[in-house]
């Protein structure tokens, strides 16, 4: 069965402590991946798009890297800003599902 | 200004009444999405369609229905065969093969 983990499921930092949030994906071909940031009571926020292996996108504290069969998204000096859901979703060549996972709550402390 | 509208913000309704959730997008999209997310769950996908008079169960159809019959609506009906309702439903849409989703900001149903 195809699936989207990410871990970890929560992530607290100190502003200014630099980690990464991992997205491993099990799916027949990849078509594309996505990563998404989401606040509370809102919808999600396209961040990134990534097609294949090797690829990096940067939006300003944030990275995001891809291989076969994970993602990372690297987060460099985060502020409390930051601070919100962050999600992977993968989108397969066999139809045009596009699939989920869970989730990493990221909080920043000041 | 382009977007997904979704509307109300929040819904209430009593057990037993089935639900039409409304999703509407100017930025004139093929695609639509479905979308219901619960606590701890991510986002599960209920229906979606690519073009107008066309869609496709999800993962989690059962107990929901849909219509395409313009290409900027994607309305959901929540019937009372769907036994957890309550839930956060995000509506989504995409322009082409290889873009991605655009979400509007959800609408919260509480069914009691």
């Known amino acids: 069965e195809d699936q989207v983990t990410q871990s970890p499921e929560a992530l607290r930092l100190q502003e200014g402590e630099s980690s990464s949030l991992n997205c491993s994906y099990t799916v027949s071909g990849l078509r594309g991946l996505f990563w998404y940031r989401q606040d509370p009571g809102k919808g999600p926020e396209f961040l990134f798009t990534?097609?294949?292996a090797g690829e990096e996108k940067e939006k300003e504290r944030l990275k995001a890297t891809l291989t076969k069969k994970e993602s990372f998204l690297h987060i460099t000096a985060p502020k409390p800003e930051d601070s919100a859901t962050y999600l992977c979703?993968?989108?397969?060549?066999?139809?045009?599902?596009?699939?989920f996972g869970k989730g990493t709550r990221l909080h920043i402390l000041p | 200004d382009g977007g997904i509208t979704q509307s109300p913000k929040y819904l209430f309704r009593k057990e037993g009444q089935n639900v039409t959730l409304s999703c509407e997008q100017n930025?004139?999209?093929?695609?639509m999405y479905w979308y219901r997310q619960d606590p701890g769950q991510g986002l599960r996908l209920i229906y979606y369609s690519q073009i107008v008079n066309d869609f496709q169960k999800g993962d989690i159809a059962e107990g929901y229905s849909v219509s395409r019959e313009k290409k900027e609506s994607f309305p959901l009906t929540v019937t009372s065969a769907q036994k957890n309702p309550t839930a956060f439903y995000l509506c989504?849409?995409?322009?082409?093969?290889?873009?991605?989703?655009?979400f509007g900001n959800g609408t919260r149903l509480t069914v009691t």
């Open positions: 979703a993968v989108h397969e060549n066999r139809d045009d599902k596009i699939i």
């Open positions: 930025l004139n999209h093929d695609a």
């Open positions: 990534l097609y294949s």
């Open positions: 989504a849409s995409r322009s082409s093969y290889n873009s991605p989703l655009h």
